[in-house]
C-alpha cells in the first residue's frame, strides 16, 4: 500500500481537469479549489500507518504478521464483513459521511464487476482480467471510481432518436476500442485514477452488447467537467466540513479515447431492480455514509443540547431521543446486513441487499427531518454566532462573551461548535449531499422499488394467516408481487 505523498504525486499525470466557474486546472495538487480534498485523500492513505487507526483499519496479521487494509480485502464471510463494515463506517464519521467515494469504494466497485462477469458465466479470458485488475487495486491502492454513464440533456434532445446517447463505438480492433461521447455526473473523478464507466446504450447501437469499460482519468482525449465548488467561507472556522469535503461531482467528456481490450468487458443491460448487480457492495457503503452523516447531526444534536444548557428541557429529549431512534434503527440494519450475508457468484460476502435496503430507506426517510430538528434546536444562535476572527478586536472579543459565553462554555466554543452545526445542516455542502442522496443510487423510490422486488415472504406471511383463521383458505400466491416493474427512466422529448 502506498503512502499519501505517493498518491499525491501519482495525480500530476497530466489530467485534463476543467472547473465550472474557475477553468482549467493545471494541478489538482495545487489549485485552491481541489488541493484541500486531495489532502483529505493523502489523509485517507497515511492513516493505514498510523498505529492509533491501524486495529480499525488494517486485518488481523496473517502467517507472516502481515496486515492489509481491510478496505482493498474483499470480505469471505460475515465476519469479514463485520470487520470491514466497522472500518468504513469509522472513516465515514471521520468526514461526516461527506467523503463518499474512497480507494476503498473503488475496490468494492472492482469487486462487484468481478462478480456480474461470475454470474454471467464470461469467458475466463473476461474473468481473468477483472481479477487481474482486483488485485492489482489491492498491490497498489489505484483508486477506481464509478460512473452509470447516462446521457447529458444536449444529448437527449437530439432531433435523431438513435443519436440520443451518451456513448459512441468509434472504432474497434483486436487491440481495444475507441470511444467518443460525454457522460453525466459521477463523484470524485478529479482525484481518482481510473474510471469504470458501465454503458447505459448498446455499442454498435442495435447489438444488444453493453461494453463496460475501466479508462485511466489521464487518458488523451478524456476531460473531467467538475461542477462548481460549493459556496463556502474562506475562514475554515465558518466551513469546518465545506473547507475540506468537497469531493466533486464530474462529467467525463471523451474524444477518440482508446481503451485496451484487456480494460473491456462485456456485461449486461442497466436494470435497477436487478439483486447482485454491479453496484450491490456500493449500496452498503452508501448507506454507511448517510449514517455517518446522520450520526454526526446527532451528535452535534447531543453536543449542542449540553453546550446550550437544553438537556433538561422535554422538548429537547424528545428531539434527540427521535433522532437516536433513526440513527439506531439504521445501524441496526447495516448489522443484520453482514450477520445474515448472501452468497455471491464470485464466493464473495455481500451484506444482505434486502436490509441494506431497509437501511437505506430508514436514513432518506429520516434525512429532513433530522436536519430540521438540528437547524431548531440551539435557537438562533445557529443563524448569529461569530467567528473566531471576531474576538481579535478586545473590544469585540469582550461583548461578544457577554453576548454567547456563560454557564460553564466560552463564546468561542459555543461559536466552534454552532458554526460546525451551521456547515453540517444548512451549507452549500449540505444541499449538495441532499442531491447526492436523491440521484446517487437511484433516491428513495428506487430503494423502495428494490425492497418490494427482493422480499421473499410474501406467500410465507399470506398462508401463515389461513391457520388463524377459522375457515379453510386454499394456498396463496403473492409471488407476483416481486414482479416490480423497472421503469424506463424518464426521457426529455425535443419538441415537446
Ligand atoms: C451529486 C451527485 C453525485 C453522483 N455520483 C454518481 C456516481 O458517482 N456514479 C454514478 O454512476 N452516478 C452518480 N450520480 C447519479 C447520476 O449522475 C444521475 O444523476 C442519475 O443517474 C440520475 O440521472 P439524471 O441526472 O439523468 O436524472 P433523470 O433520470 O433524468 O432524473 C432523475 C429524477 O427523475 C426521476 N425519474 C427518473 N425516471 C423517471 C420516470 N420514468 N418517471 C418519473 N420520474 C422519473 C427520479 O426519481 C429522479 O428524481 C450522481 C448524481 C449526483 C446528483
Keep these: 500500500m502506498r503512502t499519501g505523498a505517493e498518491y499525491r504525486e501519482s495525480l500530476r499525470d497530466g489530467r485534463d481537469v476543467w472547473l465550472v466557474g474557475e477553468g482549467a486546472v493545471a494541478d489538482v495538487t495545487t489549485h485552491p479549489s481541489t488541493s484541500g480534498m486531495v489532502e483529505e485523500y493523502v489523509a485517507w492513505y497515511d492513516r ?32 469479514d464483513l463485520r470487520r470491514l463494515g466497522k472500518e468504513i463506517s469509522a472513516v465515514h464519521f471521520a468526514t461526516g459521511g461527506n467523503m463518499t467515494h474512497t480507494p476503498g469504494y473503488g ?16 469467458s475466463a479470458e473476461d474473468i481473468g482480467a477483472a481479477e487481474v485488475y482486483l488485485e492489482s487495486l489491492r498491490e497498489s491502492g489505484r483508486f477506481l471510481t464509478y460512473a452509470g454513464g447516462g446521457p447529458l440533456i444536449g444529448a437527449r434532445l437530439r432531433e435523431d432518436e438513435s443519436e440520443r446517447v451518451a456513448l459512441r463505438l468509434v472504432s474497434e480492433t483486436a487491440d481495444g476500442i475507441v470511444v467518443s461521447g460525454k ?21 454498435p447501437a442495435g447489438s444488444g452488447r453493453y461494453l463496460w469499460f475501466i479508462v485511466p482519468v489521464n487518458s488523451a482525449g478524456l476531460r473531467v467537467v467538475s461542477r462548481r465548488p460549493v459556496a463556502r467561507h474562506k475562514n475554515p472556522f465558518l466551513s469546518p466540513l465545506s473547507s475540506r469535503f468537497d469531493e466533486l461531482d464530474s462529467m467525463v467528456w471523451m474524444e477518440d479515447v482508446f481503451i485496451p481490450r484487456s480494460r473491456v468487458f462485456t456485461a449486461e443491460a442497466p436494470d435497477r431492480n436487478r439483486r447482485h448487480s454491479l453496484v450491490c457492495w456500493l449500496l452498503w457503503h452508501h448507506s454507511y455514509g448517510w449514517l455517518a452523516k446522520a450520526e454526526l447531526t446527532l451528535g452535534l444534536g447531543l453536543a449542542l443540547a449540553e453546550v446550550m444548557r437544553l438537556t433538561a428541557n422535554p422538548q429537547t429529549i424528545e428531539q434527540l431521543v427521535e433522532m437516536t431512534v433513526n440513527v439506531q434503527t439504521t445501524r441496526s440494519c447495516m448489522v443484520a446486513a453482514e450477520l445474515e450475508p448472501e452468497t455471491t457468484a464470485s464466493g464473495y460476502a455481500l451484506p444482505n441487499q434486502l436490509h441494506v435496503a431497509a437501511a437505506g430507506i430508514n436514513t432518506l426517510k429520516i434525512r429532513q427531518r433530522m436536519s430540521e430538528i438540528l437547524r431548531g434546536l440551539p435557537g438562533s444562535s445557529l443563524v448569529n454566532a461569530p467567528a473566531d476572527t471576531d474576538f481579535a478586536d478586545p473590544v469585540m472579543a469582550a461583548e461578544l ?6 454557564g460553564g462554555y466560552t463564546a468561542m466554543q459555543r461559536a466552534a461548535l454552532l458554526q460546525l452545526a451551521w456547515d453540517q445542516v444548512s451549507s452549500g ?5 441532499a442531491v447526492f442522496e436523491l440521484h446517487a443510487s437511484g433516491g428513495l423510490e428506487s430503494w423502495r422499488r428494490q425492497l418490494a422486488a427482493w422480499f421473499d415472504r410474501y406467500n410465507e406471511l399470506a398462508n401463515g394467516v389461513r391457520d388463524l383463521v377459522q375457515v379453510d383458505l386454499p ?10 416493474p423497472s421503469p424506463a427512466r424518464r426521457m426529455p422529448m425535443p419538441g415537446a
Excluded: C, Y
Design 475 to 484: 394456498p396463496m400466491d403473492l409471488s407476483s408481487l416481486q414482479e416490480v
Design 429 to 433: 455542502l449540505d444541499g449538495r449531499e
Design 48 to 79: 493505514h500507518f498510523d498505529a492509533d487507526w491501524q486495529d480499525v483499519l488494517l486485518t488481523e496479521p496473517d502467517g507472516e504478521g502481515e496486515r492489509r487494509p481491510l478496505a482493498l480485502t474483499p470480505p469471505k464471510t460475515s465476519d
Design 107 to 122: 475496490a468494492l466497485i472492482a469487486l462487484g464487476l468481478l462478480n456480474v462477469l461470475k454470474r454471467l458465466d464470461h
Design 401 to 406: 462573551e457577554d453576548a454567547f459565553g456563560g
Design 183 to 203: 457522460i453525466q455526473m459521477h463523484t470524485s473523478t478529479p482525484f481518482a485514477e481510473d474510471l469504470l464507466i458501465s454503458t447505459r446504450n448498446d455499442m
